[in-house]
């Protein structure tokens, strides 16, 4: 989970969140900018968690985490974050992403 957040802030995701999140408070009634807003924050959250992966070779403590949140601590459906809504789908999308990336040898040398 550090390395995820530790990819965030090499990617400085920080630029592009708080542009996003103004403009769609403005312009809340943009299909168009929800839509994007949606597909940067997946791209954000999918492109921490693989170099959270490759930093780390351990996918599976990764997803390991996601689960738990999932089957414990997820907000209601819509519950809002700080780029908008959470997604428990998605959330089952980035838990399958990385055991995708455990299948295909991203694990540490024993």
């Known amino acids: 989970v ?3 957040e530790a ?12 542009f996003f999140h103004t403009l769609s408070l403005l ?4 299909p168009v900018l929800r ?8 791209h954000h959250e999918f492109a921490a968690d693989a170099e959270s992966a490759r930093t ?3 996918p599976l403590s990764l997803a390991r985490a ?13 519950a809002t974050g700080f780029f908008g809504r959470g997604s428990r789908a998605e ?12 299948a295909a040898g991203l694990r540490p040398a024993r």
């Not at 312009?27 to 943009?30: A, E, N, Q, R, T």
């Open 56 to 58: 780390t070779r351990q």
């Open 66 to 78: 996601l689960l738990k949140v999932y089957l414990e601590g997820m907000p209601a459906p819509h």
């Open 27 to 30: 312009l809340f009634f943009d």
């Open 35 to 42: 839509v994007l807003r949606r597909r940067v924050a997946r």
């Open 2 to 4: 550090v390395a995820h």
């Open 7 to 18: 990819a965030h802030v090499e990617a400085r995701d920080d630029r592009y969140i708080p």
């Open 91 to 102: 959330l089952l999308h980035r838990i399958e992403a990385l055991l995708a990336l455990d």
